[in-house]
């Protein structure tokens, strides 16, 4: 298995461009941006995916969010941004280590997602709802 590129990173022994920094925590910017300020939010201690964090670790991660996506607009002057956090392969996650992007929107940017909503009957969203309650013992 090769390292973790984001471990490498947190080491030192791949070069970034730091945003931001703490003992739980490191912002860089993406050297793939998929628009102008793309930068990622990632947690020093390796994770795949965010179920695998503990409360307390996940809200040393995400405490700077508010405060990142607001600079970052500031500074890029973008007229949005997307907070997008991908879980596994089919979710579209490529680097195996948890990470959030903090991605810049501009109008007209060509950016977007593709949604196929389909209507849900009530009686199959009541039924996955009690699902997960039962699954979190609420």
């Known amino acids: 298995m090769s390292p973790c590129v ?3 990173i947190v080491r030192g022994n791949i070069p970034s461009t730091k945003v931001y920094e703490d003992e739980a925590a ?3 910017m993406d ?6 300020g793309h930068t990622l939010l990632i947690p020093k201690e ?3 995916q965010v179920s695998q964090m503990d409360v307390e670790k996940y809200q040393a991660l995400v405490k700077m969010v508010p405060e990142l996506t607001k600079a970052i607009i500031e500074t890029t002057g973008a007229a ?3 907070v997008l956090q991908n879980n596994g392969r089919a979710a579209g996650q490529v680097v195996e ?3 959030i992007h903090l991605i810049p929107r501009y109008e007209g940017d060509g950016l977007g997602f593709i ?3 389909k209507p849900a009957q009530e009686k199959e969203l009541s039924l996955l709802a009690q699902k997960i309650k039962g699954v979190l013992g609420k």
């Open 115 to 117: 949604w196929r909503p």
């Open 26 to 28: 490191l912002a860089f």
């Open 31 to 36: 050297i793939n941006p998929i628009s102008y």
């Open 80 to 82: 949005g941004l997307n």
């Open 6 to 8: 984001f471990c490498e």
């Open 46 to 48: 390796h994770f795949t």
């Open 97 to 99: 280590h948890l990470h």
